[in-house]
């Protein structure tokens, strides 16, 4: 057997055994949702408490409009919850935006922080940390400044928090409020059905863990108090704060029917800007933890270091070892002698990996269809390659911030206008 032989068989079996993870927690979603589903999600509260919802924004003005709008039609009592929008050392129109809803809504608890380069302008951590500081609510809540919530959301998220003494947080559901803008969004549409949703609600049914999504989500006050509040230089909050939640005992709550709808990345270079931040934070939030896979005090924690490692480790040189040896051998440089069995197994992966995706699609409307089949397959071939790519890149950047020791910085994703006939389509399903 050549050295070929060996990376190939690796590469086979590394991406059958994640493909075996990911389908058992897609059944175990499904589950979930259909049991969720049968319910409107309300669990009955005499007394609501006071919640502060946190929007860290730098240079939102083109959407954060249409998201404050949102925040203040929730049907959570006016009384109860305050808006702080944390304008973060912007450099557009976004405080004059603000004012303008303020001056509209004077009976409301709104409150704008205009933050300059001194204090602000140090990334989404720094940013909550500065609104959590005037924040008066028991609950604190966290939309991000593209995000439009339906408005039982927060109602869901607080009665499902305070209504379980075990819940350190309750995150909700995300969906792409621009998924027919491009083929990217599409991508994107169904890799958050499926992984940001499905997968998390099969984690949270077979072993109470889900990973916060930044957005659109409530957690104690008092847990960030012992916490500290967030780390500065953890570029992905929510991946470094859902760990810290699990070592105090807690376990964080997924209700799928508090739904909010945000703005993805339409251009490639904006996207692949934006994913490479997300896996540099979770390299870092991983690094953090490793030492955790070996205290066996640390609880269930330790499944979600080892799945991390699992994306970061095996897949990532799977993906790699798989693609080098098809260019070699297409080439001539190589022969796989095992290349029949091989390609038997990764047929049957392909298939295997577009009905998996297709369960994930079926419990929302209008999303199973014979177009998404097609885009599933076309992703796994384009779309899906692009994360090796992310990856390499995250961990170059993340050496060079070591070697030159610099500062987080707000890498902010670049937002545009949407027209309002666009997204009212997607809302509706079509």
Known sequence: MTWADILSMYSIYVIWILMTINIVLSIGGYIYYSRVKKTDGHIET????????????????????????????????????EIIVINDNSSDDSANVLAEIQKANPDRQLLVINTDNEAGGKGKSNALNIGFSVARGSVIAIYDADNTPEPKALTLLVENLINDEKAGAVIGKFRTRNRNASILTRFVNIETLAYQCMNQAG????????????????????????????????????????????????????????????????????????????????????????????????????????????????MLSSLIFSDLIFFAGVLGFVHVSISGFSTVLWGMAILVFVLNMLITMAVEENEFNFESAVLIL?????????????????????????????????????????????????????
């Not at 860290?56 to 006016?78: C, G, M, W």
């Not at 690094?287 to 994306?311: E, I, S, W």
């Not at 206008?417 to 079509?430: H, L, V």
């Open 378 to 430: 076309i992703m796994l071939f384009s779309y899906s390659k692009l994360w090796v790519f992310v990856v390499l890149n995250s961990i170059l950047q993340s050496i060079g911030d070591t070697i030159y020791k610099r500062e987080v910085k707000w890498e902010k994703t670049v937002r545009y206008a949407e027209s309002s006939e666009d997204t009212s389509k997607i809302r509706k399903g079509k």
């Open 46 to 81: 005499a007394v609501y408490p006071m919640v502060s919802v946190l929007v860290p924004a730098h240079n939102e003005s083109i959407v954060i409009q249409k998201t404050v709008r949102a925040l203040l039609n929730f049907d959570y009592p006016s009384d109860k919850y």
């Open 203 to 314: 984690r949270f049914l077979f072993f109470k863990l889900c990973t916060i999504p930044g957005t659109n989500f409530v957690i104690r006050r008092s847990i960030i108090e012992e916490m500290g509040g967030w780390d500065p230089k953890a570029l992905s909050e929510d991946t470094e704060i859902s760990f810290r939640i699990y070592r105090m005992g807690y376990y964080i709550k997924m209700m799928p029917l508090a739904v909010t709808w945000e703005q993805e990345p339409h251009l490639l270079p904006i996207w692949f800007k934006q994913r490479t931040r997300w896996a540099k934070g979770n390299i870092y939030v991983l690094l953090k933890n490793f030492k955790y896979v070996f205290d066996k005090d640390a609880g269930k924690m330790r499944l979600d270091v080892l799945y991390y490692l699992l994306v970061y480790l095996l």
